[in-house]
């Protein structure tokens, strides 16, 4: 006998009863971004491996270690995105985004790709809700981007910190780096090996090292460093009035760099505890130099990512109860194989509808669809019975009360479309 072929490490089955909860986040999602006036992207789940190259970062982790790269017959590299905002700003440049009325305002949904130690909420291939605004400078969009990514946390209840920072620009971000290094180069034996390569080429990914250790040393080298050039201090500074005025309560960390080369100015992260070492569940910031640097006009641009396995893993742990649109509605159980007909026509009528029905096609005695039809979570259970449509009726019973009446079947879809509708908030919930 042949053995068993499982899943690749890192990689998740999501399996019927936990991808209702997956849905219920990805339309609450599509809700808020058509709130704030945002429509949806697409773009392909491969790119060339240059775009990552040149837009993510040569020194991030994720260029160096974690992207699934290969070749194609024509010997052209490729790689699974490890994220969203590159491929969404390629495709503004290629498909001639700017041409039209700006700002453009894009959300997206997808898979994403990174070969990283897998552990709580961090798999080899993640999913991730995001979204990114083109053409619009002003400190207020910033405010605006952060405030919608609370409120699309705060929708669920949960209880979350948001971090801000400003990473200054290409005229007062060197003035950090020369900071930095010249606060940890006496202490290169101390850093991991990782480490002592960003001090060389990029310090300030040391903010960003999954050590503590070499964090810690970073943050006591940056602690006190006021680096911001006057413009990208009056951008932060109106950023967080901004925030006030809308009362988005946030943490100002002068540390935090956000994983990712193509960030200017304002940066932030939304962190959740109790979730092991991953206490992120989202973030992003403004990426101003990366239209230009994919060959567009020069274009700011600002966005945000969150990780759809952390949000349910955070909404978990904080015990919120994720609503349910999956379960069924009717389930008709024939006490003879004879109506089997009658059943088929019936569920095509329910459904034509709108109603979610189903039936048993595995031969079962009635009483074992009645116990199946209890395992299904439907709310109402419609029996077909000889004697009964003979006198042009079906019995109708109530799962939740455990009643049963006969209704007459003319006027059963009307009579389960009203009891649905009295039950709703009943049937339709189920804790997470």
């Given at each position: 006998?042949?053995?068993?072929?499982?899943?690749?490490?890192?990689?998740?089955?999501?399996?019927?009863?936990?991808?209702?909860?997956?849905?219920?986040?990805?339309?609450?999602?599509?809700?808020?971004?058509?709130?704030?006036?945002?429509?949806?992207?697409?773009?392909?789940?491969?790119?060339?491996?240059?775009?990552?190259?040149?837009?993510?970062?040569?020194?991030?982790?994720?260029?160096?270690?974690?992207?699934?790269?290969?070749?194609?017959?024509?010997?052209?590299?490729?790689?699974?995105?490890?994220?969203?905002?590159?491929?969404?700003?390629?495709?503004?440049?290629?498909?001639?985004?700017?041409?039209?009325?700006?700002?453009?305002?894009?959300?997206?949904?997808?898979?994403?790709?990174?070969?990283?130690?897998?552990?709580?909420?961090?798999?080899?291939?993640?999913?991730?809700?995001?979204?990114?605004?083109?053409?619009?400078?002003?400190?207020?969009?910033?405010?605006?981007?952060?405030?919608?990514?609370?409120?699309?946390?705060?929708?669920?209840?949960?209880?979350?910190?948001?971090?801000?920072?400003?990473?200054?620009?290409?005229?007062?971000?060197?003035?950090?780096?020369?900071?930095?290094?010249?606060?940890?180069?006496?202490?290169?034996?101390?850093?991991?090996?990782?480490?002592?390569?960003?001090?060389?080429?990029?310090?300030?990914?040391?903010?960003?090292?999954?050590?503590?250790?070499?964090?810690?040393?970073?943050?006591?080298?940056?602690?006190?460093?006021?680096?911001?050039?006057?413009?990208?201090?009056?951008?932060?500074?109106?950023?967080?009035?901004?925030?006030?005025?809308?009362?988005?309560?946030?943490?100002?960390?002068?540390?935090?760099?956000?994983?990712?080369?193509?960030?200017?100015?304002?940066?932030?992260?939304?962190?959740?505890?109790?979730?092991?070492?991953?206490r992120s569940v989202g973030g992003g910031g403004r990426y101003d130099g990366l239209v230009e640097m994919f060959?567009?006009?020069?274009?700011?641009?600002?966005?945000?990512?969150?990780?759809?396995?952390?949000?349910?893993?955070?909404?978990?742990?904080?015990?919120?109860?994720?609503?349910?649109?999956?379960?069924?509605?009717?389930?008709?159980?024939?006490?003879?194989?004879?109506?089997?007909?009658?059943?088929?026509?019936?569920?095509?009528?329910?459904?034509?509808?709108?109603?979610?029905?189903?039936?048993?096609?595995?031969?079962?005695?009635?009483?074992?669809?009645?116990?199946?039809?209890?395992?299904?979570?439907?709310?109402?259970?419609?029996?077909?019975?000889?004697?009964?449509?003979?006198?042009?009726?079906?019995?109708?019973?109530?799962?939740?009360?455990?009643?049963?009446?006969?209704?007459?079947?003319?006027?059963?879809?009307?009579?389960?479309?009203?009891?649905?509708?009295?039950?709703?908030?009943?049937?339709?919930?189920?804790?997470?």
């Amino acid at each position: 006998m042949p053995s068993s072929i499982n899943r690749p490490r890192g990689t998740i089955d999501v399996l019927p009863g936990e991808v209702e909860k997956w849905q219920y986040v990805e339309e609450s999602f599509r809700r808020i971004c058509r709130e704030y006036g945002y429509a949806e992207i697409r773009t392909p789940v491969f790119e060339y491996t240059e775009l990552f190259d040149r837009g993510v970062g040569e020194t991030t982790d994720i260029i160096e270690k974690e992207m699934y790269t290969f070749l194609d017959r024509s010997e052209r590299s490729l790689s699974l995105r490890p994220e969203g905002t590159a491929p969404i700003a390629r495709a503004y440049v290629e498909d001639k985004l700017f041409s039209g009325p700006q700002p453009v305002k894009v959300y997206y949904q997808g898979p994403m790709f990174r070969y990283d130690r897998p552990q709580a909420g961090r798999y080899r291939q993640f999913h991730q809700l995001g979204i990114e605004v083109f053409g619009a400078f002003s400190p207020a969009i910033d405010a605006e981007v952060i405030a919608m990514s609370m409120d699309f946390c705060r929708r669920f209840g949960l209880k979350l910190d948001l971090h801000i920072n400003s990473v200054g620009c290409g005229v007062c971000r060197p003035v950090m780096r020369e900071k930095l290094y010249a606060g940890l180069r006496t202490r290169l034996e101390d850093l991991c090996e990782d480490c002592r390569l960003r001090l060389e080429r990029n310090p300030l990914r040391i903010l960003d090292c999954k050590e503590k250790r070499c964090r810690g040393m970073a943050e006591e080298a940056a602690a006190g460093l006021n680096f911001l050039c006057p413009e990208c201090g009056d951008h932060f500074e109106k950023v967080r009035n901004y925030l006030d005025v809308l009362d988005v309560k946030y943490i100002v960390d002068h540390c935090l760099v956000r994983g990712l080369d193509y960030y200017t100015r304002t940066a932030f992260e939304i962190m959740a505890p109790g979730i092991g070492a991953q206490r992120s569940v989202g973030g992003g910031g403004r990426y101003d130099g990366l239209v230009e640097m994919f060959g567009g006009p020069p274009t700011p641009g600002i966005g945000y990512a969150m990780g759809l396995e952390r949000l349910l893993l955070v909404m978990q742990e904080q015990g919120l109860p994720v609503p349910c649109s999956g379960r069924l509605d009717v389930y008709i159980v024939t006490a003879e194989a004879e109506l089997e007909g009658k059943a088929l026509r019936l569920l095509q009528e329910l459904r034509g509808n709108g109603m979610h029905a189903d039936k048993d096609y595995a031969g079962r005695s009635m009483k074992a669809q009645l116990k199946q039809a209890g395992k299904s979570g439907a709310p109402f259970v419609v029996i077909l019975g000889s004697d009964e449509l003979r006198r042009g009726k079906v019995a109708l019973k109530d799962m939740l009360s455990g009643s049963q009446t006969e209704v007459p079947l003319a006027d059963l879809v009307a009579t389960v479309t009203g009891e649905i509708d009295t039950h709703f908030t009943k049937v339709r919930r189920f804790k997470g």
